[in-house]
């Protein structure tokens, strides 16, 4: 690399690294199940410390958390897990509104008993669906992770917290 010094290396790979990391775009680690939206991208500079990328953003669960619950007023009795996966269906899946789509999305049935046994009985108007989701799930000492599958998408999982 003849007349290319090493601070300009560095700015031409932050450059390069930054066709990559787009806000709204996923950062995934393969050594962890746990996926990142991208939030915001800073740069710093410094004499001692040199030049710092800093990527922040917040987990995959958080996607529900732009979504408000827009199905009016909505009774949910029954099946919890299933009642969850209606309220997905309507505001993530398969939304009247299309834009609110997200493609990949995909919802994970578990088969364990302690999660299939649980009942709902509530009614919920203009929630946000991340504060459905989590309220429900403390009420019944469960968990919830969406994490990216083996074929690249996005899967809501419930997990048992007993």
């Not at 009985?121 to 919830?144: M, R, S």
Request: aromatic fraction near 10%; charge should be negative; proline fraction near 1%.
């Amino acid at each position: 690399m003849i007349g290319l010094g090493i601070s300009s290396y560095i700015c031409l790979w932050i450059k390069n690294l930054l066709n990559y990391l787009i806000p709204d775009y996923y950062l995934w680690n393969a050594s962890s199940e746990h996926t990142m939206i991208i939030e915001q991208i800073n740069i710093t500079s410094d004499a001692e410390d040199g030049n710092k990328l800093l990527v922040s953003g917040r987990s995959l669960e958080s996607i529900l958390d732009r979504k408000d619950y827009i199905g009016g007023r909505r009774f949910l009795s029954g099946n919890l897990q299933e009642a969850i996966r209606a309220m997905l269906y309507e505001n993530i899946i398969n939304p009247s509104i299309v834009e609110r789509r997200i493609d990949n999305f995909v919802f994970h049935e578990s088969m364990d008993e302690q999660i299939t046994s649980l009942t709902i009985n509530a009614q919920y108007t203009g929630d946000n669906l991340y504060d459905v989701i989590c309220t429900l799930c403390e009420k019944n000492n469960i968990g919830f992770k969406i994490i990216l599958n083996e074929a690249k998408r996005v899967c809501i999982q419930f997990i048992c917290r007993c």
